[in-house]
């Protein structure tokens, strides 16, 4: 089991201080951050894509490498790859040459994105949202595994006789994860090619999300890549953590109040039943993680979102202080007790490489 932290990296105002950072505070508080999670031991670090303001990580492959030559163990992705409006010969190429600089700690999270301004910039209609997610994800998985593609498509020039370079580390391509908040098409597609599944798990009721990881299992299953129970599932969630429960409410509530994304919504009570939102103590953070099995059966990933809604950085240091010394030691713990030998463990470039020579 892989436990870890993803950011969206937003620039949003602190209420209670009503300070912006600036996006240069803002991409060194998300170094900060990354190197924050390897040093409290945990295993992920992943950042989104975002073109337009108020977020910063345009280039999440810079962002990554820089963290990569200043960690030893975390394994570096990103929250969302925009299959749809990035060339994939570009996302081989890039990838791969992070996979070399980071000695394979890559892999990477492939998502159509919800923001419709972004596929005009890129010369992209989003009323092809699902076609091009298609499309240009065959064309990525052959650019890993072919030395030589020869391609034609509806969304890109023609290649002939292309090779992407660099080619991928050991000859083992970044381990994919396909993210979906809402279509069954993309589950679909990771189960086509036997690749991961993340459901975002944040905003909606576990319900909506449930419906797709069972989906995603079944057609795993159906495709021949194994049981239903060893499909790779992802998770999201996020907390906020204080030792006192109460003391949680009280600080986080303003932020929750004011975010961009679900501010001026649902109270804090509501979205904390509804979603795995999770704002108390470090005990109440592990109880709830834990039923997220229940709902989900055993899977690989747990990544929560910590950083946003303006939160400064100090604070969010403090909460991987919690989740790293306290939460996720326990729920190692728990989730290793009763789960199946035959239930995989989360992907990594070593292994996934010695089981390639193993095959």
């Known amino acids: 089991m892989q436990f870890g932290i993803f950011s969206v990296g937003d620039v949003t105002p602190d209420p209670t201080t009503g300070r912006t950072p600036t996006e240069h505070e803002r991409i060194k508080a998300m170094v900060a951050v990354a190197l924050k999670a390897e040093e409290v031991g945990l295993d992920v670090f992943a950042t989104g894509e975002h073109h337009n303001p108020p977020f910063v990580p345009s280039s999440p492959t810079t962002l ?116 979906s908040i809402r279509s069954p098409e993309i589950a679909e597609q990771a189960a086509f090619y036997g690749d991961g599944f993340f459901a975002n798990n944040i905003f909606w009721p576990k ?67 509804r979603t795995p939102l999770t704002v108390g103590s470090p005990q109440e953070v592990i109880e709830k993680t834990l039923t997220f099995r229940e709902s989900f059966g055993d899977y690989q990933r747990q990544l929560f979102l910590m950083d946003h809604a303006g939160l400064p950085l100090k604070t969010v240091l403090e909460q991987l202080d919690l989740l790293g010394e306290e939460v996720v030691p326990v729920l190692r713990k728990e989730f290793a007790a009763g789960r199946p030998a035959g239930v995989p463990d989360g992907p990594t470039h070593r292994a996934r490489t010695e089981a390639a020579a193993r095959a």
């Open 64 to 179: 990554l490498g820089y963290i990569a030559a200043r960690t030893e163990r975390l394994i570096l992705s990103t929250a969302t790859t925009l299959i749809t409006t990035n060339d994939p010969v570009k996302i081989a190429e890039d990838f791969a040459t992070l996979q070399h600089l980071a000695d394979g700690r890559v892999d990477l999270m492939l998502g159509r994105g919800n923001t419709a301004p972004v596929y005009p910039w890129f010369g992209q209609d989003i009323r092809q949202g699902i076609p091009l997610a298609l499309e240009n994800y065959a064309l990525l998985h052959r650019l890993w595994r072919e030395d030589t593609v020869d391609w034609h498509g509806r969304f890109r020039t023609p290649l002939q006789s292309f090779t992407a370079t660099p080619r991928p580390l050991d000859g083992t391509p970044p381990f994919v994860w396909h993210g």
């Open 207 to 273: 319900e909506h999300f449930q419906a797709l990881v069972g989906l995603y299992r079944e057609r795993y299953a159906h495709h021949g890549h194994g049981t239903p129970e060893q499909a790779i599932v992802g998770l999201g969630g996020q907390v906020f953590m204080r030792r006192n429960s109460q003391d949680a409410v009280r600080e986080f509530r303003p932020y929750f109040d004011n975010a961009p994304v679900y501010g001026h919504g649902p109270s804090l009570e509501e979205f904390t039943e």
